[in-house]
Structure formats: C-alpha cells, structure tokens
C-alpha cells in the first residue's frame, strides 16, 4: 500500500502573520524601500503638483533610463550608487532641456516635456537592445527597470533609498517657508530678495533624486503615479501646504504597505503596480468621502442648499400672498402658492411637510398658515430680496426687470451684515424698484 503526504498550504492569516513577523528579509527590505519611497516621493511631489508641472517627475523617469544604461555600459557593474549616479546625470540632462526650450524658442512647455521624454525613452530602451546583445555579465534584470522589482531590492538598495529619503525630508523641512512662497508666488519670492534660482534647482535636485532611486521599486512608467497620486488625494482633506503634505506621505507609506502585503501573499503580483493601484484606491476614496472636498459631502451639501432654496422659496411666496390681502389673509391652498410659484405638486408638498416639521407652517382643513417664526422668517428673506434689488437698481442701474432674477438668487445667502450694508448705500430704503415696501427688520412695513 503506498503511502501520500499531503502538503497543506498556509491560510492567508498564516502568511500575514508571518510577513509582519518580519522573517523574510526580502519582505523586509521591500516593506522597508516601498515605505521610504512612498514618504519621500509623495511630499516632494506635492511641489511638483503645486507649480502644475506634474508631469515632469513622469519625463525625468523616462530621461534617467538612458543614463542607468550608459552607466552600466562604462563601468559592467549594477552597483546602486553607480546606477543612481548614471540616472540622476541623465535625468539632470532631461530637466534643463525641459526648462531650456521654452524660454529659448517658441516650443511650448508641454511640447518639451513630450519631446524630450520620447527622446530619451527611446535612446535607453536602444541602449537595452544594445546591452543585451553584449556578451557581459550582471546584464539580466535591467529590464526590470521599465516596471520595477521590488524583490530584487538587496540591503545596499535599502541604504542608498535611506539616503536619499533622509536627505529629500530634511530639505523640505529647513526649506520649507522659502519652497512654499516659489511654488505659490515666484514673483513676490524675488521681491523679497529670495535666491529662487537656488530653491528652483533644489528643487529639481530633489525630485530627480526621489524618482531616480525609485526606479528599482516602481519602474520608469509608474513612477509619475507615486510622485502626484497622493498629493491629488491630499488635497481633497486639507488646504493647508503642511497638512497636505503631511497627509500625502501619510497615504504613500500606506500604499506601500498594502501593496507589500499583496506582493507577499501571492509573488505573482509586483509590488510597483500594485502600489499604484493603491494609491489609485485611496484617492478615489479620498474625492468620494473626504470630510472637506469629497464629493459626498459636496453632494449633500448641494442637497441640502436646493432643500434650504426650496423651502424659503415657498415662504416667500406665502408672505406674497399675504400681502396681497393686506395681511388679513391667513390660509392659502396649493393652487394659491402654484399660482405666484411654479413649483410642481410634488415638490410644493414635500417642502410644506418639511416646513411643518420646523414648525414654520401649520396645515389645516383651512389650508396652509405661516407661524410666527415663519413669518419672521419670510419677512426677513423678503427684506433681503427687495434691499438687493433696490441696490441693483441704484448703484449698478438694472432695469426693474433685471433685478428680480439677480435677486432671486443672492437672497438666500445674504448676511445681516451684508443686508446692513446694503440699507446704508441705498438712497431709498422704504420700497423695491417695483414699487413694493421693504419690510423692516422686525417685520414691520414702512
């Protein structure tokens, strides 16, 4: 009889406790690079993405792979700080012709950016055809340049990403008043008697460093992911420059991790792609849930101001209508408010229960009646249209029948300031270019 051994396979739990056990040196080394990486690239290139120049860090990565490859040709070695030195050299290369040609001819900045990225992606991917022909040694794996490997990242990878992390944070920290006024203001930076041609090519010194050294991790073609992704996403939490720096390292250290886990539990998946993917994820949950620009909180934002138009819309037209009647009048129907409104029957109901629900209008067999509050409320709404449409009509000189639609508007978002402001410029303050008294502030009619 012959016996079988079965060889189970670790659950998913099993693997995650064994990566964050940290026993795998490799997934260290990776967790560790793709961390630094994630940190140094994302608040670096929240500059980039400040001065609209987001593009560069996509055409400085395509530049540095002309340079990693003339470096492996002199020297045969594929030691990191000679492949940093060569892409760093070549992307330095990219960036002033960037810089150079739109101010020394009449090829706009995008068309510079296109020519010299194409230009020199093609000149190292030659170089690649080229080395692989080479009968030399240590020459497999440059190709992995174009996409990254993180699994192939050795302790020297490590050191040197360390490196150029601490340099890029160290930097932005010293400087970061004086990047701050150049990415915002150049104009008024030399009016201070700021060197910004020093801070300019510190700058750039620091962005070709993060996207040089993140080569190995990410590759060529997704290295403009890492640097403008998270900065994007940051934007949607905060407008403050620090905070959203702050934020954007936050959400590259995150990605980093996320993506090494991935990587680890199934090594079919490389770590670069699914970094950015990641990042790709987060900034799609930062734009829809974000507490201060996501667009859900935008979308019950404009929700509720249609619900708050709507409403003082209606009360508006009730005080209408009770003016009508000298104010003898209480009780109006559907027919009476659609008659003045167009609203339709749907909407004009919904927003009558939402007013009674606070206790604005009361409904009876008699029809609907403002309370005291929604009296108050409408007389003050109607105040602040017939003042703005007064101010139309004298200081800017529209035509009555200009005015209205103008006011239609600007009434619901008018302060008592504002509307104090507004009675002190106006020459007369008792009635409308249409002839119809301005209520007093405490609902009074002069």
């Known amino acids: 009889m012959q016996d079988w051994t079965v060889i189970s396979q670790p659950s998913t739990w099993e693997l995650l406790l064994d990566f964050w056990r940290f026993e795998d040196m490799n997934a260290l080394w990776v967790l560790m690079g793709s961390v630094l990486l994630g940190i140094s690239a994302s608040i670096i290139g929240g500059f980039a993405f400040l001065r609209k120049r987001s593009l560069v860090g996509d055409a400085l990565a395509h530049a540095a792979l002309p340079g990693v490859m003339m470096a492996f040709l002199l020297f045969e070695t594929r030691d990191p700080v000679v492949m940093f030195l060569g892409a760093l050299t070549s992307s330095f290369i990219g960036?002033?012709?960037?810089?150079?040609?739109?101010k020394n001819t009449k090829i706009k900045p995008d068309a510079a950016l296109a020519i010299t990225l194409s230009f020199f992606f093609a000149?190292?991917?030659?170089?690649?055809?080229?080395?692989?022909?080479?009968?030399?040694?240590?020459?497999?794996g440059l190709d992995k340049i174009l996409f990254g490997q993180a699994a192939a990242m050795t302790q020297d990878d490590i050191t040197l990403l360390t490196y150029v992390t601490l340099f890029v944070l160290l930097n932005v920290a010293l400087f970061f008043q004086k990047l701050r006024l150049i990415?915002?203001?150049?104009q008024y930076a030399r009016s201070l008697g700021i060197s910004v041609k020093f801070y300019e090519f510190l700058l750039a010194l620091l962005i070709v460093m993060s996207v040089v050294v993140g080569l190995q991790l990410v590759g060529v073609v997704l290295m403009a992911a890492v640097l403008l992704t998270p900065v994007a996403a940051a934007r949607f939490w905060s407008d403050q420059l620090s905070r959203i720096l702050i934020i954007a390292g936050s959400l590259g250290a995150l990605s980093a991790v996320i993506s090494t886990q991935i990587s680890y539990?199934?090594?079919a998946m490389p770590t670069g792609p699914w970094m950015v993917v990641s990042l790709a994820s987060l900034f799609l949950l930062s734009m829809l849930f974000a507490p201060n620009k996501g667009l859900l909180k935008r979308f019950l934002e404009q929700k509720r101001l249609r619900q708050k138009v709507s409403e003082e819309n209606v009360l508006r037209t009730l005080y209408k209508l009770n003016e009508q009647s000298n104010f003898t009048r209480r009780y109006f129907n559907l027919p009476d408010i659609q008659a003045l409104r167009a609203i339709p029957i749907d909407t004009?109901?919904?927003?009558?229960?939402s007013l009674g629900g606070k206790d604005l209008v009361v409904e009876s067999t008699k029809g609907y009646r403002m309370t005291d509050t929604g009296m108050e409320q409408a007389t003050q709404l109607t105040r602040r249209h017939r003042l703005w449409e007064s101010y139309l009509n004298q200081q800017v000189e529209l035509t009555p029948e200009q005015v209205h639609s103008q006011a239609e508007r600007i009434e619901h978002i008018l302060n008592e300031e504002q509307e104090q402001q507004l009675e002190a410029?106006?020459?007369?303050?008792?009635s409308d270019p249409h002839g119809k008294p301005i209520p007093e502030s405490q609902g009074e009619i002069k």
């Open 265 to 267: 539990l199934a090594p």
């Open 183 to 186: 990415a915002f203001n150049t």
């Open 123 to 140: 000149l190292g991917l030659m170089l690649l055809s080229y080395i692989q022909g080479l009968q030399v040694e240590n020459k497999s």
């Open 95 to 102: 960036f002033f012709i960037i810089d150079w040609l739109p």
């Open 348 to 353: 004009l109901k919904k927003t009558l229960r």
């Open 425 to 430: 410029e106006l020459r007369d303050r008792h």
